[in-house]
């Protein structure tokens, strides 16, 4: 959806944002959210999309070592 001509940027924000939760929920696939997260902090710089992604990076990157340190 995200790279579909003529998709609006509102629809291609929802599209990537319910990428993320898959890859990061269900999917349990962490690496492909922070994939997805950096692409939305390089598309949408200096707004508040690109903060929370930066948010949600950190938070993925923190439990990522956590779960290392316990391994």
Request: aromatic residues 2%; charged residues 30%.
């Amino acid at each position: 959806m995200r790279d579909i001509p003529g998709a609006s940027a509102r629809d291609a924000l929802y599209a990537a944002q319910r990428l993320i939760g898959l890859y990061d929920g269900p999917l349990g696939e962490p690496g492909r959210a922070l994939v997805e997260l950096r692409r939305l902090v390089e598309r949408h710089p200096g707004t508040d999309v690109a903060a929370g992604a930066r948010a949600a990076i950190a938070q993925i990157k923190a439990a990522r070592a956590r779960e290392q340190d316990e391994s």
